[in-house]
């Protein structure tokens, strides 16, 4: 993750957009996200589904790159860890989410423990 993070500092530096505001970033964050909805609106296709759709594949693949680039770009300029905050959010979620409580539930679809676990958190002020 860290040679991803230098390639990306040195792309914006190369450029002159190493003073980029993180509004900003977070912005581009944002729309870029909605470009990767858009590739699914109207449309249902189960996991199966779109990956055979090779097409879909690729426009899913070119968005997901630009999301992922804008989110590089905040923390290199940052200088947050990214591997750190994806494996800290990881364990909050593990701890929120656990594993074996989630594979065993009575509702298949999950949604409702899954909301029920979300507005508790929310209600006691955490994340």
């Keep these: ?8 500092l040195q792309y ?10 993180p509004a ?5 964050i944002s729309i870029e996200a909605s470009e990767l909805l858009e590739i699914f609106q109207w449309s249902d296709q189960s996991l199966a589904q779109v990956k055979k759709d090779a097409e879909k594949i690729y426009l899913i693949k070119k968005e997901l790159a630009d999301v ?6 905040m923390t290199s ?11 800290d959010k990881l364990a909050m979620i ?27 958190y929310r209600r006691k002020g955490k994340n």
């Design 12 to 21: 914006l530096k190369d450029r002159r957009w190493d003073k980029l505001k």
């Design 94 to 120: 593990d701890k929120k989410y656990p594993a074996k409580l989630m594979r065993d539930r009575k509702d298949k679809a999950g949604h409702g423990l899954y909301l029920e676990i979300k507005k508790e």
């Design 77 to 87: 300029l940052l200088g947050i860890d990214t591997r750190q905050i994806i494996l």
């Design 1 to 8: 993750m860290k040679d991803l993070e230098v390639t990306i």
């Design 24 to 28: 900003d970033i977070a912005k581009s």
């Design 68 to 73: 992922m680039i804008c989110c590089l770009e």
